[in-house]
């Protein structure tokens, strides 16, 4: 349940992000995004390629510093203060790295080490996190022979292991089988009971579908509409998800000067 006395959980504000290419020029990934998300709620991030997900999602991580405009994580100021920013977020793409050489509980003993877990309550919490993801069988191996599902659990795992209130999920299914991606998902889904705020991109129409509580579209930088799906549907006139997508981008293309 959404808790309104603690304020939103991500609060982004006309958002920019300019690159300089050395082929392309002056870049603009980002052109005034602003987005609110609640705790205990899952927002979804849908757009085309380039459309300035991952950048958004690299800032509120405080990966990348914003050209201009705000934001602000669990009540911090991601670039005022991001050390702190860091500690109440969980991050996590597709490419996410681990260290091939460690074992999955080494791997979770190094970082939780690294955010100054006690010693004795990290042990308690990496035998909690490898009997929630089902670890067991490979806890101890090391991470180089892993296949990419486990990895990927590692990798969860990594990301909540503080429990942060915040979790920024970039395409986690990406590069997942049917079983990996479904574990995924139904842990994405347990987040929005345990209060957690999950920013969550995804190509993937259909778990959007499933688990979003709220959708922004994004588009040339900007969210063109946010709302539930069933909102999105009225503002579009469109009875899936698919088509409510394609009919917003239509109609940004469109009021864009020629």
Request: charged share 25%; net charge negative.
């Amino acid at each position: 349940m959404t808790d309104q006395s603690r304020g939103p959980a991500i609060l982004a504000t006309e958002l920019e992000k300019t690159f300089v290419d050395p082929q392309r020029g002056e870049v603009h990934a980002l052109r005034g995004l602003s987005m609110r998300a609640e705790y205990g709620e899952i927002y979804g991030l849908l757009g085309p390629n380039g459309a300035g997900k991952t950048t958004t999602m690299r800032i509120l991580s405080t990966i990348l510093a914003p050209t201009a405009g705000s934001a602000q994580v669990a009540g911090v100021d991601v670039a005022a203060d991001p050390l702190e920013a860091r500690r109440r977020i969980g991050f996590l793409s597709n490419n996410t790295g681990l260290y091939p050489r460690l074992t999955a509980r080494e791997t979770l003993r190094y970082f939780g080490r690294l955010h100054g877990i006690d010693a004795a309550a990290l042990d308690a919490r990496i035998e909690e996190l490898v009997d929630a993801f089902g670890m067991g069988d490979f806890a101890d191996g090391r991470v180089e022979a892993f296949s990419t599902g486990q990895k990927q659990k590692v990798s969860i795992a990594r990301a909540v292991l503080t429990d942060p209130p915040v979790l920024i999920l970039d395409e986690p299914t990406t590069g997942l089988d049917i079983l990996a991606s479904s574990a995924m998902i139904e842990f994405i889904e347990s987040r929005r009971a345990a209060g957690t705020c999950v920013i969550f991109s995804t190509h993937i129409l259909s778990e959007a579908e499933r688990l979003c509580d709220r959708i922004g579209v994004i588009h040339h930088g900007r969210v063109l509409a946010a709302g539930t799906q069933e909102e999105l549907c009225a503002e579009t006139g469109e009875e899936y998800l698919d088509r409510v997508f394609l009919a917003l981008v239509e109609r940004a293309e469109g009021a864009r000067p020629a």
